[in-house]
């Protein structure tokens, strides 16, 4: 029996750790219109959620994500409108959220894959902030082979991961690589037998650091790993005046002072 539409993505929320889990097993997680949707409302709900520290996002069974489902998508046109149609001033359409908004959840997300991973799936990682993978999941940015180009955030997540001739070879080729070689072309953060696990030691790390440091620390690189001198010393200045002084920065320093189980408060918004 498929999976419901209401049950395409899970998460459950543990010590201020979210585990979100693409749930399509049965289809390798590929993406239909409801996982296009669910996946867009899951980030929502979690960018609002100001007591989540880290996000695990991860697949059931066998596969981080095969892609997209195009046999599924394809039987209504519509669909394609609705997925590539970006409404009033928004910066991303449907397709690109999937990737794209991950980069504005305030919380660190770490992408742990898994069997498969290719393309729409392997942007859903790369707009994760970290990703750990088994050494033999295959990944490959698929779309050139079924004759399109990808269309899901990769030319704003990739740049910041590789060169552009290795960002161009990946793309026109669609050639599959395995966790290994992701790793050493950059574009995996860690390979583990167990990512998962490592994955939760690495959240509950996060998770005992001030989370207004960490979330201005997202989004400073966010805006200036590709901006000019001075804008990105500008975020500098700009982040450090809402950080400083305030509640977390003074619990941080109680912390380090002899209160090392001093709690701290929920994540300030930015």
């Given at each position: 029996m498929?999976?419901?539409?209401?049950?395409?993505?899970?998460?459950?929320?543990?010590?201020?750790?979210?585990?979100?889990?693409?749930?399509?097993?049965?289809?390798?997680?590929?993406?239909?219109?409801?996982?296009?949707?669910?996946?867009?409302?899951a980030?929502?709900?979690?960018?609002k959620?100001?007591?989540?520290?880290?996000?695990?996002?991860?697949?059931?069974?066998?596969a981080?994500?095969?892609?997209?489902?195009?046999?599924?998508?394809?039987?209504?046109?519509?669909n394609?409108l609705?997925?590539?149609?970006?409404?009033?001033?928004?910066?991303?359409?449907?397709?690109?959220?999937?990737?794209?908004?991950?980069?504005?959840?305030?919380?660190p997300?770490?992408?742990?894959?898994?069997?498969?991973?290719?393309?729409?799936?392997?942007?859903?990682?790369?707009?994760?902030?970290?990703?750990?993978?088994?050494?033999d999941?295959?990944?490959s940015?698929?779309?050139?082979?079924?004759?399109?180009?990808?269309?899901?955030?990769?030319?704003?997540?990739?740049?910041e991961?590789?060169?552009?001739?290795?960002?161009?070879?990946?793309?026109?080729?669609a050639?599959?690589?395995?966790?290994?070689?992701?790793?050493?072309?950059?574009?995996?953060?860690?390979?583990?037998?167990?990512?998962?696990?490592?994955?939760?030691?690495?959240?509950?790390?996060?998770?005992?650091?001030?989370?207004?440091?960490?979330?201005?620390?997202?989004?400073?690189?966010?805006?200036?790993?590709?901006?000019?001198?001075?804008?990105a010393?500008?975020?500098?200045?700009k982040?450090?005046?809402?950080?400083?002084?305030?509640?977390?920065?003074?619990?941080?320093v109680a912390?380090?002072?002899?209160?090392?189980?001093?709690?701290?408060?929920?994540?300030?918004?930015?």
């Open positions: 498929s999976t419901r539409d209401s049950e395409r993505v899970l998460i459950t929320i543990e010590d201020g750790i979210a585990i979100v889990t693409l749930n399509r097993p049965d289809k390798y997680n590929g993406l239909d219109m409801p996982m296009f949707e669910a996946i867009t409302r980030a929502k709900t979690l960018k959620d100001r007591s989540v520290r880290a996000i695990i996002l991860n697949g059931a069974g066998d981080f994500c095969s892609g997209l489902d195009v046999k599924t998508v394809s039987k209504n046109p519509v394609f609705k997925l590539l149609v970006k409404p009033g001033r928004r910066i991303s359409n449907l397709a690109q959220n999937v990737g794209y908004i991950w980069r504005d959840v305030p919380a997300v770490i992408a742990v894959t898994h069997g498969y991973c290719f393309g729409g799936g392997f942007q859903i990682a790369l707009g994760a902030d970290f990703r750990f993978s088994t050494s999941c295959e990944f940015i698929m779309e050139s082979k079924w004759g399109l180009i990808p269309d899901m955030s990769l030319t704003v997540t990739l740049r991961l590789v060169p552009i001739d290795l960002a161009k070879e990946l793309t026109m080729t050639r599959r690589f395995d966790g290994t070689e992701a790793k050493a072309m950059g574009l995996v953060s860690r390979v583990s037998d167990d990512p998962m696990a490592e994955a939760m030691n690495f959240a509950r790390e996060l998770a005992e650091r001030s989370p207004d440091a960490v979330a201005a620390s997202k989004l400073l690189f966010n805006r200036s790993w590709n901006a000019t001198d001075r804008t010393l500008d975020w500098e200045t982040l450090q005046k809402k950080v400083l002084g305030r509640a977390n920065q003074r619990i941080a912390r380090n002072s002899g209160s090392p189980d001093k709690p701290y408060q929920d994540r300030r918004d930015f």
